[in-house]
């Protein structure tokens, strides 16, 4: 059960990392469907820093969900140390988005 939890407080974290900015919509998934919405009201190019490590994230998150409990193996161990560095990454970009549109609303 504590794999389970593990990766839905990694979408959690990822979900609320990018909805702490202010978009015209919020990212409401991490299906491939919600991202592509996400992206297409938000005006995010496809091959933008976010996009590729949403996406990543997704794809992980994915993979980890249809493993089933008696195959937790060391790949399912790796994968979930990729996800929180990924999310880590996310986050420096939320960052850095963050900093850049502060100094263009200044200038």
């Known amino acids: 059960m504590s794999e389970f ?3 839905i407080a990694a979408q959690r974290d ?12 919020e990212l409401f998934g991490l299906s491939s469907g919600a ?3 996400w992206a297409n009201v938000n ?10 490590l949403v996406k990543k994230s997704a794809e992980k998150l994915f993979f980890l ?6 195959q937790i193996t060391e790949d399912y ?5 990729e996800v929180s560095v990924l999310t880590e990454n996310i986050q420096l970009e939320m960052r850095f988005l963050s900093q850049v549109l502060l100094e263009m609303q200044e200038a």
Do not use: D, F
Not at 14 to 25: M, P, Q, R, V
Not at 43 to 52: T, Y
Not at 77 to 81: A, D, G
């Open 5 to 7: 939890n593990n990766r």
């Open 43 to 52: 005006n995010i190019k496809p091959n933008s820093v976010l996009m590729i």
């Open 14 to 25: 990822i979900l609320a990392c990018i909805n702490g900015n202010n978009w015209k919509e």
């Open 77 to 81: 161990k790796i994968l979930s140390s």
């Open 65 to 70: 969900s249809n493993k089933s409990q008696e």
């Open 35 to 37: 991202i592509a919405r």
